[in-house]
Structure formats: structure tokens, C-alpha cells
């Protein structure tokens, strides 16, 4: 098993451009996350989808979009880059989650992909 | 919502001593604190978790202490070792179930 799987690993983009983080997760976990982690701050919650066709705002959205494309794959999009958007960003999945019962709460979390926004 | 303090920031130690990391949070539902460990360049990783209803667990080396009244909790290493340095993040888990990560230790182990 690969477990939660991240592309790219690196991206730099110039203001304004937009680009699609994929996530793709193979424990057939109901549940997950995005986060953005930057230096001092921990590990901020941006989206996260409790279930197949579900998703919700975290503490930071403004500036992003996200797809729960089916239960393995979840996307998130900045549609116009700006440099506050310059930053690591992480996929998590885990079998339980917000609203659901499931037999574990554990988050397993992706390799992470470096943005930069000039 | 759920507020979560860690410190130290950063954290360094001779190999062998104990290290420990303290973290308080602010919601008196929140019923589940992981611990996570980050090595350079890879996501975090659980490494220890508890629950409300214990106050104690222990793995090996690490354990975690949960004081609900206080509202903190404590992550301790003994016998440290060098692979041991990475940055450490606690959580809690709040009332939507949503995990609250502090800012982070940055643990140091010196040979």
C-alpha cells in the first residue's frame, strides 16, 4: 500500500496562475483533509471531505477550492495564486472523521508539496 | 473553538536525558490528543494518542499524561536518541471532530 500519495512535490507559480494539488489515498479511508503548514503555525486546516460527495471549510479557505473526486482522490485548487499562498500543503485521510463514526480518528498524512508564489 | 498551545518551540537535549513537550488546550469537549512526529521533508506521523477517559499511556519510550481538569497534556521521550530529533506537534480534537495542531517543538537530540 502506498497510503496517501501526493503530486507534485514541488511547484513554483507567478501571481495569479493557477494550479490543482492532487491527493490520492488507497486505505479506503472515508475521510479527508487538506492542510497548510507554515513556519511557527502548526498544521491549518483549509478543506476537508467527511464522505464521498461531501466537503467543507476548514480555518483557512478563502483562496482555495476543493473536488472529492471519488472516494480515493481529493483536489485542491488555487485558482488565482497570490504570494500569502506560499506555503507546504498536506493531504490526510483517516477510516473515521467529522460527523462520521468509524473505528479510527487516526489522520495519515502525504509526503506534502512545497509551494512557492512569486 | 478549539485553541491549542504548545511550547517550547524548540527543544535540545544531551542523548539519554528525557525530553518533554506540554500542551493546552481550551475546549473542555475535545476527547481525543494525538501526538505527531514530522522528520525533515515528510508529513507527519502519529506516533501516540489518548483519550479522555485514561490519564496515562505508554509505548516504549514515549508516553503521554492528560490532565482533563487543567486542560494540558504532556508528551514525554526517555533515554532520547538521535533519530528522536524531528518536530513534534500535539493535537486535540475538537467538538466537530476537526483536529487543532499547536505550533510545533522542534526537538534536538545531541550525540
Known amino acids: 500500500n502506498a497510503g496517501v500519495t501526493q503530486t507534485p512535490k514541488f511547484q513554483v507559480l507567478k501571481t495569479g496562475q493557477s494550479m490543482t494539488l492532487q491527493c490520492a489515498q488507497d486505505?479506503?479511508?472515508?475521510?479527508m483533509y487538506w492542510y497548510r503548514q507554515d513556519p511557527g503555525m502548526g498544521l491549518r486546516l483549509i478543506y476537508y471531505?467527511?464522505?464521498?460527495?461531501?466537503?467543507d471549510k476548514g480555518e483557512v479557505p478563502n483562496g482555495y477550492n476543493v473536488s472529492r473526486l471519488n472516494k480515493r482522490e481529493f483536489s485542491l485548487r488555487l485558482e488565482s495564486a497570490a504570494p500569502s499562498q506560499t506555503s507546504v500543503y498536506f493531504c490526510?485521510?483517516?477510516?473515521?472523521?467529522?460527523?462520521?463514526?468509524?473505528?479510527?480518528?487516526?489522520?495519515?498524512f502525504g509526503p506534502g508539496t512545497r509551494l512557492t508564489v512569486t | 473553538g478549539e485553541n491549542v498551545e504548545q511550547h517550547p518551540s524548540t527543544l535540545s537535549v544531551q542523548e539519554g536525558d528525557s525530553a518533554v513537550i506540554k500542551c493546552t488546550y481550551s475546549?473542555?469537549?475535545?476527547?481525543?490528543f494525538p501526538w505527531y512526529k514530522q522528520e525533515l521533508g515528510k508529513g507527519p506521523q502519529l506516533i501516540i494518542d489518548?483519550?479522555?477517559?485514561?490519564g496515562e499511556k505508554k509505548d516504549q519510550r514515549i508516553a503521554v499524561t492528560l490532565n482533563k481538569t487543567a486542560k494540558h497534556f504532556s508528551l514525554h521521550i526517555t533515554e532520547t536518541q538521535p533519530e528522536d530529533s524531528a518536530v513534534y506537534f500535539c493535537?486535540?480534537?475538537?467538538?466537530?471532530?476537526?483536529?487543532?495542531f499547536g505550533s510545533g517543538t522542534r526537538l534536538l537530540v545531541r550525540p
Open positions: 489518548i483519550r479522555s477517559n485514561v
Open positions: 475546549d473542555s469537549a475535545s476527547n481525543y
Open positions: 490526510a485521510s483517516s477510516e473515521g472523521g467529522p460527523g462520521l463514526a468509524g473505528a479510527s480518528y487516526e489522520q495519515y
Open positions: 471531505s467527511a464522505s464521498e460527495g461531501t466537503t
Open positions: 493535537a486535540a480534537r475538537d467538538s466537530s471532530y476537526k483536529l487543532i
Open positions: 486505505m479506503n479511508h472515508n475521510s
